[in-house]
């Protein structure tokens, strides 16, 4: 499986079973180690841990059987700090599907205490990432929720707004960006086409959005090709 592969077979996934195999372990510490040095964050992987969760759900679906999860934490000074959260985050999620496992992004339904303890002095704690083993098929409240969520899914359409007609790889980077995870499937970032340059933003620019910013822009990135700067409206540059 290739990255474009586990872009469009990622889905969320809220019931784990069992534990994972140390090699399995060792290749998502080297995975995270990886994308800590290509996007200047530190996660880390707390393992085998169910009381990082507890039983705790939300509004917007329950989680169970969880063991391990990503912390995803960077330096509190890093002024783009969410948006590297989102490139390095999603980027260990799309290995861990490559790998067969479980994902999903969570913003707030943990055990805070517990996961902040893991996080070094001069680190902020952005979100954590569940992985680990689930059955082939979703259960029926992981199908539910999966529903609303692709029901939400933005077309390539909504997502773009283009002067002209734009080149094959800026719709093809835009429709890999449709399946970008965002909170209740609202994917609130805009792609531009103008100029010749292509932009990226969203429109609140609040915590929230600048990591879903860098999820969509690494879609975005490994369709087309290329690299976005940092900050919101910033633009694409081309890979030659």
């Not at 990255?3 to 994972?20: H, K, Q, S």
């Not at 759900?57 to 948006?83: H, K």
């Not at 590297?84 to 790998?99: F, M, Q």
């Not at 939400?152 to 890999?176: N, S």
């Amino acid at each position: 499986m290739n990255d474009l592969e586990a872009i469009r077979t990622r889905i969320a996934r809220r019931a784990y079973r069992g534990e994972m195999t140390e090699a399995e372990l060792r290749q998502l510490q080297k995975v995270a180690l990886e994308a800590n040095l290509q996007y200047g964050m530190d996660m880390t992987l707390l393992e085998d841990d169910p009381d990082a969760f507890g039983g705790v759900t939300n509004s917007y679906g329950m989680f169970s059987g969880v063991r391990s999860l990503f912390v995803v934490a960077g330096w509190t000074n890093e002024p783009n700090l969410q948006e590297r959260a989102g490139y390095a985050g999603e980027r260990v999620v799309l290995e861990a599907t490559k790998l067969g496992l479980g994902t999903c992004w969570v913003g707030g339904t943990y055990n805070r205490e517990r996961v902040l303890a893991s996080v070094q002095p001069g680190h902020t704690l952005v979100a954590v990432i569940t992985v680990g083993h689930v059955k082939e098929a979703p259960g029926l409240l992981e199908k539910t929720v999966g529903r609303v969520g692709a029901d939400k899914r933005k077309t390539t359409e909504e997502m773009m707004q283009a002067d002209g007609t734009p080149p094959a790889w800026f719709t093809a980077g835009v429709e890999a960006a449709t399946y970008a995870p965002s909170n209740e499937g609202r994917q609130p970032v805009r792609f531009a086409w103008k100029g010749g340059v292509a932009t990226a933003a969203v429109p609140d620019d609040n915590e929230l959005q600048r990591v879903e910013l860098g999820i969509a822009k690494l879609h975005f990135e490994i369709a087309a090709a290329g690299r976005f700067a940092y900050g919101n409206g910033a633009a694409f540059t081309p890979a030659e």
